[in-house]
């Protein structure tokens, strides 16, 4: 008796205990997670630090991406030409890169322009609010593009999400709508760029890393900013004779932006993209509690509660996207399986014919 019911008990721990390469394996994916947050938080809160006129006062946007680019061109090129970390893509032509990476570079400055100007005028707990509309324009632009089928489940989850940050732009106590402008415009344009870097080239069969990605993009997008930095911010910074170049702001700063980069590339490699939307969401409200407690910007309940429903619309959506990839692989495994007992069919089909002649032969 007592043998009878310690096996199953014994069966039952040993299936419920995880295996040390599981532990491993999800400890590291919570250390890639922990890294990503780390560093996408500091380099939030390091701009806006830097282009709040009450904080360091510096409210020069175009000049500090361009500062980033700069930085980010140099350090690639060395990682790539200098200490060969990584391979460039053997199908990168210059007819592809002037169709494909001038593009989408464009956008990107546009893009990192924008989102940086908008530090100036909102807080960074109701910027991260505006950016919960990121799967929004992603799905919409994807949908225009003809790169995302439309669904009316899908259209109404998006614009779920998009009346909780209606209601949270509603309730912000300091609204400015040159700066949700700004942000909004951002968005838009990052969201541009990510269909077009899966249609021009995920669908062609270039995939970049952010080392190669930088590597091709960042002098892009410092050519890019060239032109309005020289006509909108070069003649004031002539003008501000008081203006010193602080290595050590804007050298550890160019540094974070860099090492956000390779974060992404470590975070989505080792895990998936859906996991860093995941882990964005967290982030989320880990700024908006440090913008409130630390920076001392004004959250009202109505702020939370719109935001809490686009919360929810986000989480919804990842959760969708994870249920159909699930199923997709499922299928997809399925159909490997019925291509594996094909084979073996045919298999044993032709070891039955050639017995049969051998047979016949011998006969």
Known sequence: MGAATDAPTTSASSTTTLSPSIIKKILLSYTYVAIWIFLSFTVIVYNKYILDQKLYNWPYPISLTLIHMGFCS????????????VDLPTSMSPRLYLSSVVPIGALYSL??????????YLSVSFIQMLKALMPVAVYSIGVLFRKDSFKSSTM?????????????????????????????????FEATRLVLIQILLTSKGISLNPITSLYYVAPCCFV???????TVELPILKENSTFHFDYFIFGTNSFCAFALNLAVFLLVGKTSALTMNVAGVVKDWLLIAFSWSVIKDTVTPVN?????????????????????????????????EGDDEESGRLLD??????ITRRNESEG
Do not use: C
């Not at 090129?77 to 060969?84: I, K, S, W, Y």
């Not at 890019?224 to 020289?230: G, N, R, Y």
């Open 349 to 354: 089909q032709r070891e039955g014919d050639v």
């Open 224 to 230: 890019f900013l060239l032109i309005p930095w020289i």
């Open 156 to 188: 109404g989850n998006m614009l779920a999400i998009s009346f909780g940050v209606a209601i949270a732009a509603y309730g912000e106590a300091k609204f400015d709508t040159w700066g949700v402008l700004l942000q909004l415009g951002a968005v838009a």
């Open 111 to 120: 893009s990192l322009w924008l989102s940086n100007s908008a530090y100036i």
């Open 74 to 85: 140099s350090i690639a090129a060395l990682l790539v030409r200098v200490f060969h970390v």
């Open 304 to 336: 939370l509660f719109g935001y809490g429903l686009a919360f929810w619309g986000v989480a919804y959506y990842n959760h969708s996207k994870l249920k159909a990839l699930r199923e997709k692989e499922a299928a997809e495994r399925k159909d490997e």
